[in-house]
């Protein structure tokens, strides 16, 4: 047991041993408290570390050196926080290579093929397409009469099935659809470029229907029935065709 004397200092331990040195309770002792100096160095060096390691990590996320969005900066010459893109950067999925399947255009001039094979699920794409963004405009059968025009709409859109827009390219369609035509509004961001094309793919697969005649049917095919004769014009987007019996009775006697 060391001899203890009393520390007279203000606010210094009450006991120390001989080498004055504060006493540490023997409890304490006895759960693994360092008792050297050297020890307790390295404690207390860990601790510091510990704490100055942990106070940079804390100012360094909290306190950033950063912008707010739209700030005026005086690191630029123009002063703005918000910078352009570096010329030359394409945005991932936006490269775009092939120009045509985006625009419809081969050069300045609109192109008349399909960018892609047309097949039965093209033309069911198409035809789903287009009773959502165009039937209400340009009716189900493309004449132009939708429900919008007989509601008293100012300028009805012209049928598909005149000799104008029969002869007009394929690119031409797709070009209407993406950048709009007079008081039409571009349908660029509601319908993507692969949609545009089946559309186009169904408009001319509509003026077939709506224009063919025997002498488009193949060799050795025939025609199912005759086209059925309508009472006055035929159904739209807004109304349904009304046939006339005669033709009906007279198709079900040749059957």
Same mark, same amino acid.
């Given at each position: 047991?060391?001899?203890?004397?009393?520390?007279?200092?203000?606010?210094?331990?009450?006991?120390?041993?001989?080498?004055?040195?504060?006493?540490?309770?023997?409890?304490?002792?006895?759960?693994?408290? *360092?008792?050297?100096? @050297?020890?307790?160095?390295? !404690?207390?060096?860990?601790?510091?570390? /510990?704490? $100055?390691?942990?106070?940079?990590?804390?100012?360094?996320? %909290?306190?950033?050196?950063?912008?707010?969005?739209?700030?005026?900066?005086? =690191? $630029?010459?123009?002063?703005?926080?918000?910078?352009?893109? !570096?010329?030359? /950067?394409?945005?991932?999925?936006?490269?775009?290579?092939?120009?045509?399947?985006?625009?419809? @255009?081969? &050069?300045?001039?609109? &192109?008349?093929?399909?960018? $892609? *094979?047309? /097949?039965?699920?093209?033309?069911?794409?198409?035809?789903?397409?287009?009773?959502?963004?165009?039937?209400?405009?340009?009716?189900?059968? #493309?004449?132009?009469? &939708?429900?919008? *025009?007989?509601? #008293? =709409?100012?300028? @009805?859109?012209?049928?598909? %099935?005149?000799?104008?827009?029969?002869?007009?390219?394929?690119?031409?369609?797709?070009?209407?659809?993406?950048?709009? $035509?007079?008081?039409?509004?571009?349908?660029?961001?509601?319908?993507?470029?692969?949609?545009?094309?089946?559309?186009?793919?169904?408009?001319?697969?509509?003026?077939?229907? +709506?224009?063919?005649? @025997?002498?488009?049917?193949?060799?050795?095919?025939?025609? *199912?029935?005759?086209?059925?004769? =309508?009472?006055?014009?035929?159904?739209?987007?807004?109304?349904?065709?009304?046939?006339?019996?005669?033709? +009906?009775? /007279?198709?079900?006697?040749?059957?």
């Amino acid at each position: 047991m060391p001899r203890l004397r009393k520390n007279s200092a203000p606010g210094s331990p009450a006991l120390l041993s001989k080498d004055g040195c504060p006493i540490v309770a023997r409890s304490v002792r006895k759960r693994g408290i *360092p008792r050297t100096r @050297k020890a307790w160095g390295l !404690v207390v060096m860990g601790i510091l570390s /510990t704490v $100055f390691l942990s106070s940079a990590c804390r100012i360094d996320m %909290h306190v950033q050196p950063r912008l707010n969005p739209l700030s005026r900066s005086d =690191f $630029f010459t123009d002063q703005r926080s918000e910078r352009p893109p !570096v010329d030359g /950067t394409v945005a991932r999925g936006e490269l775009r290579e092939d120009t045509y399947f985006y625009t419809g @255009k081969a &050069g300045n001039s609109p &192109g008349n093929y399909m960018p $892609f *094979p047309v /097949t039965k699920a093209v033309l069911e794409r198409g035809h789903e397409r287009y009773n959502i963004y165009c039937a209400p405009c340009h009716s189900r059968v #493309g004449d132009g009469n &939708g429900f919008i *025009p007989s509601r #008293g =709409f100012a300028r @009805k859109p012209p049928s598909y %099935h005149i000799e104008r827009l029969q002869k007009a390219p394929l690119g031409y369609f797709y070009d209407v659809i993406t950048n709009g $035509f007079g008081i039409m509004p571009d349908y660029a961001s509601q319908i993507p470029p692969r949609d545009r094309w089946s559309i186009v793919a169904y408009i001319r697969a509509l003026q077939l229907s +709506q224009n063919a005649t @025997k002498a488009d049917v193949p060799a050795g095919q025939n025609v *199912p029935s005759e086209p059925p004769n =309508f009472r006055g014009e035929p159904g739209s987007g807004a109304t349904l065709p009304v046939i006339d019996p005669a033709s +009906q009775s /007279t198709t079900e006697e040749r059957k």
